[in-house]
């Protein structure tokens, strides 16, 4: 592997949190090119992971990430990259394996509350005990209410929080601010002039 791709940026942290905003800008600015694995995860298997995870099972999505990563990294083995992670690449040891070869682990840490806050505006209710729009891995749970979804997500999100600062060699405080804010606070802590 060459030094140009040890050097890139892994953008990681729980769904919403602005990896994918954060990271085409970051690459914009840096010159580089954007992956998302959620997006190479479509383009290798033709569903999005959302779904993959819902019908297939985690362990089949946890496969299709691990691709998805290796295949970016493979793709481009001279370069230096900005990669998006999904929410949950935390659990997912072979990927982290793969990108850890590659550069630098970023964690965008958003106040939990406003990560849950921004996930449970995006979940409706269509009728008693059914939910749209609610993450796979919540819904494995069988939660009840909208209360229920709350609590998993909070636990989730605990557990999570914990692990990216274990992983992270930086660790960058998001606000539930403009995207422009962030996105200096992201550079100050990037040393990115």
Do not use: W
Request: proline share 3%; glycine share 6%; hydrophobic share 40%.
């Amino acid at each position: 592997m060459s030094e140009g791709m040890k050097n890139s940026l892994v953008l990681m942290g729980c769904k919403h949190c602005g990896k994918s905003t954060q990271g085409k800008l970051l690459a914009q600015k840096l010159g580089l090119s954007f992956f998302d694995t959620d997006d190479e995860i479509v383009r290798l298997r033709g569903i999005d992971a959302r779904t993959l995870y819902r019908t297939k099972g985690v362990a089949e999505f946890i496969l299709a990430e691990e691709e998805a990563c290796c295949e970016i990294l493979k793709n481009n083995s001279e370069n230096r990259i900005v990669i998006a992670t999904g929410g949950g690449i935390c659990d997912n040891p072979p990927a982290l394996q793969a990108l850890r070869e590659c550069g630098t682990f970023v964690f965008l840490r958003l106040d939990i509350n406003h990560s849950i806050e921004r996930i449970m505006a995006k979940i409706e209710e269509t009728s008693p005990g059914v939910f749209k729009g609610a993450p796979a891995y919540v819904m494995t749970e069988n939660p009840q209410t909208l209360d229920d979804i709350q609590t998993i997500l909070q636990k989730k999100y605990e557990e999570r929080y914990q692990q990216y600062a274990r992983l992270a060699d930086v660790i960058v405080d998001i606000k539930n601010a403009p995207v422009e804010e962030n996105f200096k606070t992201l550079l100050d802590a990037l040393h990115i002039k």
